[in-house]
């Protein structure tokens, strides 16, 4: 932990690319033991945020936060001082409270919208320090502008650039303040009391009150400690917090299935101690350090993301009445298609996009998505009465919903989940992670639908190739192919020489493993 930290304050070599800023899907990460993650990255990207507050004349509020990884406590520092030292009006916790992304994103849209109202009221954004489920030797950082979701493609490609250049110029031109004077500057805000109270609006809390359910939780020594804190105290419900120690370590977690640190709320390996233990609730949730996912334990065990997302998703469009029947549902092209399935039997439109929470935004933030939802267990929804609520994902209001469905239905989301494959069939869904060449990358992208000469994979005939989204006509960066009972679809990976394959089948495992084979088999005749 002593050399994560000393290592922080290295300076890194911006001539070499694995130590530049590099922002992925979910903002930059790094690491400072690889030269990644350093001050003057964090100073970088920073005083970039505020050269594009400037440009686009975002002159309110920036809310700061962080979650506990041992890297975000110094480089929340950072931020503070390049904030202060640039005049940014910074908004933090009380008592230098840690802060989850959903928290974030609340706040900055509660700002933005009704008390936008108020005279010379000025658009609010928002930073958070955080590698998500990353191992702890890693650091993050991410950018929410006004819509309070994750940062468009565009922002990002300009911050990546700016940061760069500030790398290049040795920091030269960023403004900085000393600690003490930062936080004098910076306003303290109950963010996570106004985030609690406020949940009613989006999850039927009265609900899960009257219900009595034994209900458990496992922040994983995140930032959703003190928000499931909190909602145990003030909706007075029968919630045991499971696990209470913040360790920047995380030497409490159970390793991964690869052996690894993670923190991550979907896999069942690093979520043993909550299901070791799941007996004693009726129902009981993790999430992941910052808390933009959600991790949902029944009787039953630990739910395939894909799984709950259809339950929840049936469930919102018959127990939501105010929302229209207009408005749309998300999904990514790579989640399962029992979510097609389960928002055709209601009738509703979908929205199927590319990988990446920031396609559901604008959605969610215009009201005409009433949720967005991925396979990697992130989702986020509307209010009960068809408002934004958070325009990123919130591991909370998810975990929170699936106690509202089964204090209202008398089911737990696996029950419906059963129920859900009697009506339209089981799914066997499956990714895999298969090496891939820097020229194979590069075909990836320049794939063209009528390269697919192919017309049946695994005995059924294709009825799609896609290169680009059917909900937004955004570029995948790879290809899907579906026909009426599975599907496949492959997209390289960005920081790794891989590529995954995605695939399902409505028929099956042994059908499944054929569409697997037929997929590898057709990759590599154009790739």
Known sequence: MKNLLAAYFVRPDASDPEQRVNFGTSGHRGSSLAGSFSDWHIAAIVQSVVDYRRDAAITGPLFLGRDTHALSLPAWETALKVLAGNGVDIVIATDDEVLATPVISHAILRHNGADFQRAGAQPADGLIITPSHNPPEDGGIKYNPPHGGPAEAGITRWLERQANEYLEAETSGIARLALPEARRQAREQDLIGHYVETLGETVDMAAIQASGLRLGVDPMGGTALPIWQRVAEHYGLALEVVNTRVDPTFAFMPPDHDGKIRMDCSSPAAMANLLNIRQRFDLAFGNDPDADRHGIVDAGGLMNP???????????????????????????????????????????????????????????????????????????????????????????????????IMAVTGQSPGERYAALTQRYGEPHYRRIDTPCSAGQKAAFKQLDAQRVTASTLAGD???????????????IGGIKVTTANGWFAARPSGTEAIYKLYAESFHGDAHLNEVLTEARQLLDSIL
């Not at 029947?325 to 097609?340: A, E, P, Q, W, Y």
């Not at 991925?374 to 934004?388: D, H, I, M, R, V």
């Not at 009825?463 to 570029?475: K, S």
Request: net charge negative.
């Open 461 to 475: 005939p294709i009825t799609q190739v896609m290169t680009h989204a059917p909900g937004n006509d955004a570029p």
């Open 306 to 404: 894909n799984h709950y997302l259809a339950v929840a998703i049936d469930y919102l469009l018959s127990h939501r009445p105010c929302w229209a029947s207009t408005r749309k549902i998300g999904k990514t092209l790579v989640s399962s298609s029992m979510i097609d399935r389960v928002v055709a039997g209601h009738n509703r439109p979908l929205y199927e996009v590319p990988v990446g929470f920031k396609w559901f935004v604008d959605g969610l933030d215009q009201g005409w998505l009433a949720f967005g939802g991925e396979e990697s267990a992130g989702a986020s929804l509307l209010t009960q009465n068809g408002q934004p609520w958070s325009t990123d994902k919130d591991g909370i209001a998810l975990c929170l919903l699936a106690a509202e």
